[in-house]
């Protein structure tokens, strides 16, 4: 089983910057692949980017060029930067693990974004 801890949500303007992260209780490379989802009040949970094992990354139309996905395999540690940010990313964003078939989730972390 996989653990998932998160931290870095909070409150931006809108236009600014914010990163979160996500510490799994295994390696990183034990871990097929990692990402991030988000759900906004009334809407479904969506897909916001992935990372597979082997450094393929995949992002959703409405956060390409703003938001990146990246890893620290030393702090075993996968990030969202979150860069000039929108209203519409107001969403309780969530880390993902798939190992072996499985999918495990973090907590959720809450991000507003203020116009």
């Known amino acids: 089983q996989v653990q998932l801890v998160e931290s870095g949500g909070g409150l931006v303007q809108a236009g600014g910057s914010l990163r979160l992260s996500c510490a799994p209780s295994q390696s990183i490379f034990s871990i097929n692949s990692m990402g991030w989802y988000r759900q906004a009040p009334g809407k479904q949970r969506e897909l916001v980017t992935t990372i597979t094992r082997g450094g393929s990354t995949n992002y959703a139309n409405s956060v390409k060029g703003r938001f990146t996905i990246s890893r620290d395999v030393a702090k075993n540690t996968v990030y969202l930067q979150m860069n000039s940010v929108k209203p519409e990313d107001t969403a309780v964003y969530y880390c993902?693990?798939?190992?072996?078939?499985?999918?495990?989730w973090g907590q959720g972390t809450q991000v507003t974004v203020s116009s």
């Open positions: 993902n693990a798939v190992k072996n078939s499985y999918s495990y």
